[in-house]
């Protein structure tokens, strides 16, 4: 079995956003009266810094197990999966440039109605997907040409191997 968790400092960091971002749009609401268009715009912010927050808060408390019988989220909403019931396996990369160089990578699975999303400021991110991309192929799932294209920049081939992954990690 293999665990995965979001770093404690990155998930601090989140919070720190999210608790100044809230207080810098709490202050000026103080300042203006309740019939402005102002306050309507500042409490939106608030509740997107909030949720924000929230989101973060949740993560602190999300672990990932991995193991021969499927993928477990525990913390605030847990959910499992059977690798025998994986559905679907989608790896999407999202650039905050236009170069594309800067962004992050989110993993989504799906079986018998249960979907999990993990984004990729998890620990050891590359070997989560390598996992779940090897039991896909098992299950028969097929790839997009995104997820494919996706799988390849991280260093996995379309058709990885159980043996050639353990070779790799010295599993």
Do not use: H
Not at 80 to 91: C, G, M, Q, S, V
Not at 98 to 115: F, I, N, P
């Amino acid at each position: 079995m293999r665990e995965f968790t979001y770093p404690t400092r990155e998930i601090n960091r989140d919070l720190v956003r999210s608790g100044v971002g809230m207080l810098i749009t709490a202050l000026p609401l103080l300042l203006f009266g309740p019939s402005s268009v102002i306050v309507y715009i500042l409490v939106g912010l608030f509740l997107m810094f909030a949720i924000y927050g929230v989101r973060a808060a949740v993560r602190k408390k999300t672990q990932i197990s991995i193991s021969s019988d499927g993928i477990q989220v525990t913390g605030v909403k847990g959910k499992f999966i059977d690798w025998e019931a994986l559905e679907a396996l989608k790896l999407s990369y999202y650039s905050t440039r236009r170069d594309g160089e800067k962004g992050w990578m989110q993993l989504k699975l799906k079986g018998r109605g249960t979907r999990l999303t993990l984004e990729s400021t998890i620990s050891e991110f590359d070997d989560l997907v390598r996992l779940c991309a090897i039991k896909a192929q098992e299950m028969g799932v097929k790839f997009d040409a995104t997820t494919a294209r996706n799988l390849r920049s991280i260093g996995i081939e379309r058709q990885v191997t159980p043996q050639s992954i353990e070779a790799e990690k010295g599993l």
